[in-house]
Nanobody, 126 residues
Framework: QVQLVESGGGLVQAGGSLRLSCAAS????????MGWFRQAAGKEREFVAA????????YYADSVKGRFTISRHNAKNTVYLQMNSLKPEDTAIYYC???????????????????WGQGTQVTVSS
């Protein structure tokens, strides 16, 4: 079955960096886009970043543009989220998701993604 397992979360001071990883299994990873979303306490889950199956096309929420970078290594079935210049408002649970629906609703839409990981906590202290 499809599994997405996030790792790399933790506690970091404002201005610091973290790199999240999402290891995928159970499907042809290299054929599908991937996305990262986050959910802060008391808020709805929101789009962070996505990339196409090749990694060539990338998409970012305005709030993270210029600070976060999504990438993927298809041979390792892994997608990454490099997060720099972290702010306290980046504190959230971060989820990766697989766009195995591939119906073109848009990379920032949650209903574009069929499978989700369990999430990894990122906490940024001020």
């Amino acid at each position: 079955q499809v599994q997405l397992v996030e790792s790399g979360g933790g506690l970091v001071q404002a201005g610091g960096s973290l790199r999240l990883s999402c290891a995928a299994s159970g499907y042809t990873f290299s054929s599908y886009a991937m996305g990262w979303f986050r959910q802060a306490a008391g808020k709805e889950r929101e789009f962070v970043a996505a990339n196409s199956w090749s990694g060539v096309n990338t998409y970012y929420a305005d709030s993270v543009k210029g600070r976060f970078t999504i990438s993927r290594h298809n041979a390792k079935n892994t997608v990454y989220l490099q997060m720099n210049s972290l702010k306290p408002e980046d504190t959230a649970i971060y989820y990766c998701a697989a766009d195995t629906f591939a119906v073109g609703r848009g990379p920032d839409r949650q209903d574009e993604y069929e499978y989700w990981g369990q999430g990894t906590q990122v906490t940024v202290s001020s």
